[in-house]
């Protein structure tokens, strides 16, 4: 989420510091920051809200309270602990959930008088900073105060719904099936009955997709004067559903995917009310609340000693003390028990674990000491399949095979995944042979290159029948019938020594571009040591001979004949025969300058 | 001359799971290995994992097509359920200790740093006072070992549904013999946390009784941060270029 420094300094008595250490501070204690952007005196930090604390931090109230436990900055204000009502009540305005555990709470208000027209800088520009267009100061508002705590908004246009003898029914039911809904941005979306909607109830007119997008036809527009303002609560799976299901998401939708309190709404209507008769006038005339099943009140109880064992700890009461307060989390202390009582907004909160959490993440991860496990009290046990893979690997290896993993998918095969992303290859392989093959293939081209004679290929795997999952062992060699067999059957020759574990440091990336090969055989004396003809094609190859080998070697008379393989390739680019011909006459005219030296 | 008879190459994951298994195993850690093809309860319903949580969406895990139920397995973690809920049915009660290293799946699109196939390293340590400082200490030989260096340990906060508290896993390293490009730099290695106790009760363990811990890091990358490997994808081209240079 887009947080704005100069947004969550107006929740704080001190001012914070810069933008990097603020960044560490989420890091460290609470939430990854992923970007952070200068913009004009502000910074806007890209913060990585963890799906657990969904419920109260994807705002720049949940922001601000976290920032206030780490850095110790008390809160100036929070909105969500100052008291909120919702009278006077009003029956112009009823409210009718089919289902309550779609839609646990609905609080509507009825307002009247308002003046329509642009919002003030300070909103705009605020709303700007986080990257969200200014539309009109109602709109705005609503976006505001889901910004600033969390909880989605809506305000409908009053005259444009119809009122049954002077009264408003707001009805929250499941679309009818393909049920059509044109939405703000004038996009017409057809429902299926998964999808909740928010309907006129004295006319059955949708108005809205609930928690996800609002209705073009009773939008708030430069006419408007009287409001119904929508602060609610929609079951989170549900709502993700249909919001993947229509491929449509939203703001709202992502906060009510992540489960919100539906005390929250309260408090989100009060602050929408204010900033509304600030900034566009109007009346109350009241408010109407559906909230059958009130979310209980939660208590936990956790002691010092818990966190200790958990964290490896020695922490005393006075830190866990200081993380509760820090955290705004009341809790009372008896014989070294606490009990938190769970603030509404923390849905995250539940068990002993999580405060055990609160209090590491608090106090810093760099508090909690580096200890050497205990020995083990048992035998570790040995694990047959490993150990016989580990023995093929090794005889493997010690015959000149190479290991290669090949990817499970292919395009035939007995058993199917569903949505591969490209949709390629979808089947789960069932044998190893076809994925070895292609390897060999793909390196046979490359033997010089590679400095072998023959490629030599295997891979130990997972591959699947009808019914089964096994692993299978398959071998390839050049010229060779592929073998493979299951692990099960597969015999180990001999137990070699263990392989020395690794011989290389770095790796070093190869070059993507074609080698050339060319060999050059040449008589010489008996006594040139070969060692020397090396030396010599070395120094006058250049800097793209990558390999270099004797392959051939026999006598003639009082000759001796060598013949050497030498591969040229460049990182750069793909090597031109001139080029390798110029090096390879270098070479040749070089060597023959000895004694007796004659290229064949 | 008969180059034939010169050695093959290991392949790097291969050579990284020899070595982990070494140095586990002086620390008391069995190997286990499991299915690909798991089921939804291992896999993420024994796991705490929400049957509404995202991480089931089809487009990150693959699900088989006329096998309602099973999925090829996203993380390693569902070990960590066959292996204790093995054990209480066998009557061997903790301390437990495991790594399980092994293949695993995500519905994405390949790049140099993402892969469909990548390797994990599951590792498990349950008793009655494993705590998360012995998951610092275990992590510092682990790294220290691998990457041949003196290594500091670091965790973050994060979130998992199956541990509680969650973190993530930073190291530096120091030393000679660790590459400049990772030197004196913190580098992420991979998620970790106290295993959740409704993850324990799942297996058929009392919470109250025992407690420990779990990670997961990703071997695809620990290979990547040891050898300098600039790409995932090598580790499935079959490319002898790459492979014989292990």
Redesign the interface.
């Known amino acids: 989420m887009k947080i704005s420094r100069e947004w969550v300094q107006e929740f704080l008595n001190h001012p914070l510091p810069n933008a990097e250490k603020i960044s560490n501070a989420l890091t460290f204690h609470a939430f990854e920051v992923e970007n952070i952007e200068k913009k004009g005196k502000d910074d806007i930090l890209d913060v990585k809200v963890t799906p657990n604390r969904g419920h109260d931090c994807l705002s720049h109230r949940g922001i601000a309270k976290e920032l206030s436990a780490i850095l110790k900055i008390p809160m100036k204000n929070d909105p969500l602990r100052v008291s909120a009502s919702l009278e006077p009540k009003t029956d112009l305005v009823s409210i009718k959930v089919e289902e309550s555990n779609l839609c646990s709470r609905y609080i509507a208000c009825y307002v009247q008088g308002v003046k329509v027209g642009p919002s003030p800088e300070w909103l705009s520009k605020r709303l700007l900073s986080i990257g969200q267009k200014s539309i009109n100061n109602i709109v705005d508002a609503a976006n505001f105060v889901m910004f600033d705590i969390g909880q989605p908004l809506h305000a409908f246009d009053a005259d444009k719904l119809v009122a049954h003898k002077g009264k408003y029914n707001i009805l929250v039911r499941r679309a009818h099936e393909r049920e059509k809904m044109l939405t703000l941005d004038n996009k017409e979306y057809i429902l299926t009955n998964s999808t909740m909607v928010i309907a006129d109830g004295n006319n059955d007119t949708p108005l809205g997709i609930a928690g996800i997008k609002g209705g073009s036809y009773a939008r708030v527009d430069s006419a408007t004067t009287n409001l119904i303002l929508e602060a609610a609560t929609f079951n989170g799976p549900s709502l993700r559903r249909t919001a993947q299901a229509l491929k449509l998401q939203s703001d709202a939708s992502k906060r009510f995917e992540q489960v919100l309190s539906p005390e929250l709404a309260v408090y989100a209507m009060q602050a929408f009310i204010t900033l509304v008769k600030e900034i566009a006038g109007g009346q109350v005339v009241g408010f109407s609340d559906t909230y059958p099943t009130p979310q209980e009140k939660k208590e936990i109880i956790v002691s010092v000693n818990q966190v200790n064992a958990v964290l490896g700890t020695k922490l005393r009461d006075s830190e866990i003390i200081d993380t509760f307060e820090c955290l705004d989390l009341p809790f009372r202390e008896e014989d070294g028990l606490f009990t938190v009582s769970v603030p509404f907004e923390r849905l995250d909160l539940s068990i002993p674990e999580d405060l055990i959490e609160e209090v590491a993440r608090i106090i810093g991860y760099d508090k909690i000491p580096t200890v050497e496990l205990p020995l083990f009290s048992k035998k570790p046990e040995i694990n047959e399949n490993f150990q016989k893979t580990e023995s093929l690997r090794n005889d493997l290896v010690s015959k000149g095979y190479s290991e290669v993993y090949t990817s499970v998918f292919r395009n035939k095969g007995e058993r199917e995944v569903l949505n591969k992303i490209g949709g390629d290859k979808p089947f789960l392989r069932d044998n190893l042979a076809l994925g070895l093959k292609e390897a060999l293939e793909k390196n046979i081209h490359n033997k010089d290159l590679l400095g072998v004679e023959k490629i030599k290929l295997f891979e130990i795997g997972t591959i699947w029948s009808r019914d089964n999952e096994t692993i299978h062992i398959g071998t390839i060699r050049e010229g060779e019938e592929i073998r493979e067999t299951s692990l099960e059957e597969a015999r180990v020759d001999v137990e070699r020594e263990n392989l020395p574990l690794f011989k290389t440091l770095h790796y070093q990336p190869f070059s993507r571009y074609p080698a050339i090969t060319r060999d050059i055989a040449l008589f010489v004396p008996r006594d040139a040591s070969p060692d020397e003809i090396e030396k010599v094609i070395r120094e006058h190859a250049g800097k793209l001979l990558v390999r270099l080998r004797l392959f051939d070697k026999f006598k003639k008379g009082d000759k001796i004949s060598y013949a050497f393989r030498l591969v040229f390739l460049s990182q750069e680019r793909t090597l031109t025969d001139e080029e390798v011909n110029t090096a390879m006459q270098k070479i040749s005219s070089k060597l023959t300058e000895n004694k007796g030296f004659e290229i064949r | 001359?008969?180059?034939?008879?010169?050695?093959?190459?290991?392949?790097?994951?291969?050579?990284l799971i020899?070595?982990a298994?070494?140095i586990f195993?002086q620390?008391?850690?069995?190997?286990?290995?499991g299915?690909?093809?798991e089921s939804e309860w291992y896999n993420f319903d024994a796991l705490n994992v929400?049957?509404?949580h995202?991480a089931r969406?089809?487009?990150d895990t693959?699900?088989?097509?006329n096998?309602p139920g099973y999925v090829?397995r996203t993380h390693t973690s569902g070990l960590q359920i066959r292996y204790m809920t093995e054990q209480v049915k066998k009557g061997i009660m903790p301390?437990y200790?495991i790594i399980a290293p092994g293949?695993c799946f995500r519905?994405?699109?390949t790049d140099m740093t993402h892969e469909?196939?990548f390797f994990q390293i599951e590792g498990l340590?349950v008793g009655e006072?494993?705590?998360?400082?012995?998951l610092?200490?275990?992590f510092?030989?682990f790294f220290s070992e691998i990457f041949k260096g003196d290594v500091e340990?670091?965790?973050?906060?994060?979130?998992f549904p199956f541990t509680?508290?969650?973190?993530?896993v930073d190291m530096r390293l120091t030393g000679i013999n660790v590459?400049e490009k990772l030197r004196g730099k913190w580098i992420e290695v991979g998620g970790a946390g106290?295993i959740?106790?409704q993850v324990l009760e799942n297996s058929g363990l009392d919470s109250k009784k025992y407690?420990g811990w779990a990670f997961g890091p990703g071997l695809d990358r620990l290979a990547m941060l040891k050898?300098?490997?600039?790409d995932v994808r090598l580790?499935?081209?079959?490319?002898?270029?790459?492979?014989?240079?292990?």
């Open positions: 001359m008969r180059k034939d008879e010169t050695r093959g190459h290991l392949h790097p994951i291969s050579s020899r070595e298994n070494l195993l620390m008391g850690f069995t190997l286990v290995e299915p690909l093809l929400p049957k509404d995202p969406d089809m487009q693959f699900y088989l097509k096998e090829l301390p200790r293949k519905n994405e699109a469909a196939e340590a006072d494993i705590t998360l400082a012995h610092k200490g275990t510092e030989k340990v670091s965790f973050r906060p994060s979130f509680e508290p969650s973190i993530e590459t106290m959740h106790p407690q050898w300098g490997i600039d580790m499935h081209s079959g490319d002898l270029r790459f492979i014989n240079q292990f």
